[in-house]
């Protein structure tokens, strides 16, 4: 008689556990994940700005990818332009997130936050013979610097009054470098490193570090908490077992 009590109790017990458990993550969620040309962290396979499901790589979609297998979340991705529609679709629409997103203090309570992903640092690049050598930002103001047109790192040197020569795309940077165009690069780091590769031009040096910041993945602040919960426990096993480190080599 006892062992059947027991038994019924520990019978009731998983199912109702396992019916709070299904509670937190409804029958058939999916989400929808949007992200956007971010070489080498989220890119299109064609170089287009609109590219969905397996069209679209790079570091920060593979770790997506694979920690969405490992959580056993479905979803549907993205990449498509400009950044701030994305973004303000996973911030208004429940089921959405968007990457890489850099978790800022402002940001902190718009998103639930899954990451690192990896770091998004701003950083001058000169050519390797250059003789220019920099301990702060001010000290860059004589040089020609070089930035991505309507980039955060270019809008925040102008708001600076440093004017930056701007391109329209971050990797002519690169050329203009070692052609003598400009004195200095600014650009994101591994970005920097990633895009000169693309153009053929090795042996820049960082003589700058100015801005440090990590990326995520923001997901809705609607968003289940078992969710979020999931794939943070998938990236942090990823992270531990050396997945993140093959991922950033097989790019970089």
């Given amino acids: 008689m006892l062992d059947r009590a027991f038994l019924a109790f520990v019978f009731c017990a998983a199912l109702f556990g ?12 999916s989400m929808v994940l949007l992200t956007e040309n971010f070489p080498p962290y989220n890119m299109a396979s064609n170089d287009k700005n609109f590219a969905q499901e397996d069209n679209i790589r790079g570091i920060a979609t593979e770790l997506v ?61 000169a050519r390797a013979d250059s003789p220019i050598t ?74 700058l570090r100015f801005n440090s910041a990590e990326l995520y993945l923001a997901l809705n602040k609607e968003t289940p908490q078992e969710v979020v919960d999931r794939l943070q426990r998938a990236l942090d096993d990823m992270r531990r077992e050396g997945v993140v480190d093959r991922v950033f080599a097989d790019y970089l």
């Fill in 18 to 29: 396992g019916s709070a458990v299904r509670a937190e993550i409804p029958a058939g969620y």
């Fill in 65 to 125: 990818r694979e920690m969405y297998r490992r959580a056993g979340i479905p979803y549907s991705m993205t990449l498509r332009f400009p950044w701030d529609r994305i973004y303000k679709l996973a911030l208004s629409n429940p089921g959405y997130g968007v990457f890489v997103t850099a978790r800022l203090p402002e940001r902190e309570k718009a998103f639930k936050w899954v990451g690192p992903l990896g770091p998004d640092d701003w950083i001058m690049l």
């Fill in 134 to 207: 920099l301990e702060t930002l001010d000290q860059a103001r004589p040089y020609r610097i070089g930035a991505y047109k309507g980039d955060a790192i270019a809008q925040s040197l102008a708001e600076r009054d440093m004017r930056p020569i701007v391109a329209l795309r971050d990797q002519d940077n690169a050329g203009k470098l070692l052609g003598g165009q400009i004195d200095l690069w600014a650009t994101g780091d591994p970005a920097g490193r990633y895009l000169a590769r693309l153009e053929g031009v090795t042996g820049l040096k960082t003589v």
